[in-house]
């Protein structure tokens, strides 16, 4: 019986495999069992071997093995078996991606198959995750939301889109057709109380669910499209704020079908809420999905309903 040892890379150097025994004591160049390694410490038989990318740009490797056994009983009579492999080249849920297109760092590996979770801090940002949550349970996608296990996809530096002067597409051109100087937004009036506030979209202009991205389920030629919102004072006589639907276009506010959202936020929420997000850290790149929680607004049910903000901790 036989443990074989195979990897996919074009630019890879692969050591040869070290084999221990069960007490980690050198095995030799190769590995097998037969009739008399069935006692300690020769029964047990682990490999170890070393793949080390080399290349550039990015390169996802395949990491796989196979289990196979002859039977040799005499010189005519001869058997063999195949106890199959790592895994499904569909799936590829141990193929690490390696790349050093982040210029902040050194070049790295992930496990792409693995989606990570950003969670919103709702206790810094209340009007920006109460907006947020709105938007992923009306929208047809539902983009972010773990509730509906839809992901949300980054707009990374590696994307091929471009722009039509043959630039890269990146997250300021996602952002112009959504609230840019020519999207035809315009500051809802509120409380002075409320402060200084931005145009905040949803899906987030660094994502490919945007409704300014090319490629995007959710494109959209204007912003004027999306579901239009604002933040104000509830009006109920209380210091309490609230997501209002903005209908002086609209006279009904956003029907629910709409495939992105505009909403005047507070400037600082606007801007700190999804700026602390790790893709660099999290070596991400161009189509790399992921989930966004809002823990402050996960207990609520429905959009039909006012929902109050909870803190958490």
């Not at 050093?100 to 992930?110: E, I, Q, R, T, Y």
């Not at 997501?243 to 506010?253: F, I, P, Q």
């Amino acid at each position: 019986m036989k443990w074989n040892v195979g990897s996919t890379c074009q630019s890879c150097v692969t050591s040869n495999v070290k084999w221990t025994d069960g007490q980690n004591n050198n095995a030799g160049s190769t590995a097998y069992w037969d009739v008399d390694g069935s006692s300690p410490p020769y029964a047990d038989r682990w490999g170890r071997v070393t793949t080390q990318w080399n290349g550039t740009g990015k390169e996802t490797i395949g990491l796989g093995w196979s289990v196979t056994a002859t039977v040799d009983a005499s010189s005519t009579a001869i058997a063999t078996a195949n106890f199959g492999t790592s895994g499904i080249d569909e799936v590829k849920e141990l193929a690490p991606r390696c790349d050093d297109w982040l210029a902040s760092s050194a070049p790295g590996c992930v496990l792409p198959y693995f989606k990570p979770t950003w969670t919103l801090d709702t206790n810094l940002y209340p009007a920006a995750g109460g907006y947020y949550w709105y938007m992923q349970q009306v929208m047809p996608d539902h983009a972010g939301s773990k509730r509906w296990d839809s992901l949300m996809h980054y707009l990374g530096p590696d994307t091929l889109v471009k722009t039509s002067s043959g630039g890269t597409w990146t997250s300021d051109n996602s952002r112009n057709v959504v609230c840019g100087t020519n999207s035809s937004w315009s500051v809802h009036p509120s409380d002075a109380s409320v402060g200084s506030v931005d145009c905040d979209e949803y899906a987030m202009a660094s994502t490919h669910e945007s409704g300014g991205y090319p490629k995007s389920v959710n494109l959209v030629t204007s912003g004027t499209k999306c579901a239009q919102l604002f933040t104000d004072k509830m009006g109920d006589g209380s210091a309490d704020f609230g997501l209002h639907a903005d209908t002086r276009t609209a006279t009904n506010g956003p029907s629910g079908t709409e495939r992105c959202g505009r909403a005047a936020i507070p400037s600082e929420q606007n801007q700190k809420a999804f700026s602390g997000f790790p893709a660099p850290t999290w070596r991400m790149l161009d189509g790399d999905g992921f989930f966004v929680t809002l823990p402050g607004f996960e207990h609520c049910t429905s959009t039909a309903t006012t929902c109050t903000w909870r803190k958490i901790g």
